[in-house]
């Protein structure tokens, strides 16, 4: 791995949120693709957190402190990921939130962004979204895809909600994603399409609207 996004993975597990920002800066100076910077970088970084907050070695605090730590190099990194070609007619249209009492926004954004730099139309509706919210910007905003994301083994039942409703109305297809949820899950629910990535959700994303 360069040694660079060796480097951000690190800054993420120890929370140097003072030198994040000079070695994201590093990255695109280097022209390390941003996309593989902050999924080889970030991403496992703040896994590593993640699993030490789940194995009780480090506690909330610490875990904020790694997600700010992500979230700043991510507002360098994300800005610099290449856009499709202008001026080309759009991919399809997406809806895109965070499911109700789920606040996890990182990997929502992520794919929001590769979609929008892929040229899909994103609407994102941020986090903690109520499912009548999803249902009624369906109606309103007409998208091609909903797509959902659950942080949290105890938010993924609002993903089967949604699912069953928007199906029911036939006014979109489903996409489903986030850290627990599984290909598996996705079948048994009835969504779509589902993807463990953003790239692999950009790719599903221009498979759905094909069909
Ligand atoms: C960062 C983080 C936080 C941050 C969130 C900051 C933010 N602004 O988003 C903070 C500190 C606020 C936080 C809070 C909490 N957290 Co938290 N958090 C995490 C952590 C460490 C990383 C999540 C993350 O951002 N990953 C990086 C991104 C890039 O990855 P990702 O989200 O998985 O997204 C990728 C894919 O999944 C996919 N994807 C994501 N969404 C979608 C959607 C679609 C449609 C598709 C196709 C793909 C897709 O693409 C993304 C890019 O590759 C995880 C651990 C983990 N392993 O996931 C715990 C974790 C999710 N949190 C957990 C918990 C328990 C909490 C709290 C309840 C803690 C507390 N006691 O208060 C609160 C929840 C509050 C709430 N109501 O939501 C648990 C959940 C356990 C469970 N029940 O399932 C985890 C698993 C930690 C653990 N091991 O215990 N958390």
Do not use: W
Not at 42 to 56: A, P, S, Y
Not at 97 to 124: C, M, P, Q, R, Y
Request: proline fraction near 4%.
């Amino acid at each position: 791995m360069d040694d660079v996004i060796e480097r951000l993975k690190n800054a993420v597990i120890n929370y140097d949120i003072d030198c994040v920002k000079d070695i994201a800066q590093e990255v695109l100076e280097k022209g390390i693709d941003p996309i593989k910077a902050i999924e080889q970088g970030l991403g496992e970084g703040i896994k590593t957190v993640g699993k030490r907050f789940g194995d009780g070695e480090i506690f909330l605090p610490e875990l904020i402190m790694g997600a700010e730590t992500m979230k700043t190099a991510m507002a360098v990194l994300e800005p610099a990921i290449p856009a499709g070609s202008p001026g080309r007619t759009t991919a399809g249209k997406v809806l895109i939130g965070t499911v109700l009492d789920d606040i996890h926004e990182i990997g929502k954004n992520l794919v929001a962004t590769l979609l929008s730099a892929n040229g899909f139309e994103v609407v994102d509706l941020g986090v903690n979204v109520p499912n009548e919210k999803f249902i009624q910007s369906v109606k309103d905003a007409k998208p091609n895809i909903v797509a959902l994301s659950a942080l949290m083994t105890t938010t993924m039942p609002h993903m089967a909600e949604v699912v069953k409703q928007v199906s029911a109305s036939q006014g979109a297809k489903t996409m489903i994603g986030g850290a627990p949820v599984t290909e598996d899950f996705a079948k048994k629910i009835g969504a779509s399409g589902y993807s463990g990535d953003a790239s692999g959700a950009v790719t599903k994303a221009k498979e759905l609207v094909k069909k």
